[in-house]
């Protein structure tokens, strides 16, 4: 299987701050890798695909970058509805595997 | 709305049986693969299995594979996740999840059902 090690595994940041999460694979997985927002008591939420691609209606605070084994999620302007916790899934074989999680606090 | 509508939170004792389901509505159900996540309390998801409901083309995670069944039946629109004997080890909440067409990502995600057991 594919390990998915993300880090930090939690950050503090105020509204406005510039967050990059980080992901990295245990084995190269090209472009394929998706970010996920959960929030408490809800269903994750795709936010991009094809490590750089936003889903659609998703804000464009949001981007992706990387290829291979490392990846980064970032938030350019941190907003208040974007405290949640983020996760990567690789999405190159089976079984699909996501990683331990980031949760982005308010500080 | 697009949507995945899954059914409520159970309560079972180990050894019982229970079949949670999935239903798609407002779209092409039999068109795109619904898979089944599971997620412990403070914990990642876990890729559990998928399903096609086309075919009833299924795949199972190693980690899952003989544990739970996996099915559909298309003419209700609606997938399955089932256990032939829970354990406490069970617990968790499970999500049904809609792969994208493009790639194995998952685009819609229902709300999750709560499984419980215990003695």
């Known amino acids: 299987d594919i390990q998915m090690t993300q880090s930090p595994s939690s950050v503090s940041a105020s509204v406005g701050d510039r967050v990059t999460i980080t992901c990295r694979a245990s084995q190269g997985i090209s472009s394929w890798l998706a970010w996920y927002q959960q929030k408490p008591g809800k269903a994750p939420k795709l936010l991009i695909y094809?490590?750089?691609t936003l889903q659609s209606g998703v804000p464009s605070r949001f981007s992706g970058s990387g290829s291979g084994t490392d990846f980064t999620l970032t938030i350019s302007s941190l907003q208040p509805e974007d405290f949640a916790t983020y996760y990567c899934?690789?999405?190159?074989?089976?079984?699909?595997?996501f990683g331990g999680g980031t949760k982005v606090e308010i500080k | 709305e697009v949507q995945l509508v899954q059914s409520g939170a159970e309560v079972k004792k180990p050894g019982e049986s229970l079949k949670i389901s999935c239903k798609g509505i407002g779209y092409s159900f039999t068109s795109y693969w619904i898979g089944w996540v599971r997620q412990m309390p403070g914990k990642g998801p876990e890729w559990m299995g998928i399903i096609y409901p086309g075919d009833s083309d299924t795949r199972y995670s190693p980690s899952f594979q003989g544990q739970v069944t996996i099915s559909a039946d298309k003419s209700i629109s609606t997938a399955y996740l089932q256990w032939s004997s829970l354990k406490a080890s069970d617990s968790g909440m499970y999500y049904c999840?809609?792969?994208?067409?493009?790639?194995?990502?998952?685009?819609?995600w229902g709300r999750g059902s709560l499984v419980t057991v215990s003695s």
């Open positions: 899934q690789q999405a190159n074989s089976v079984p699909l595997t």
């Open positions: 094809a490590a750089s």
């Open positions: 999840a809609r792969r994208s067409a493009v790639a194995e990502y998952f685009d819609l």
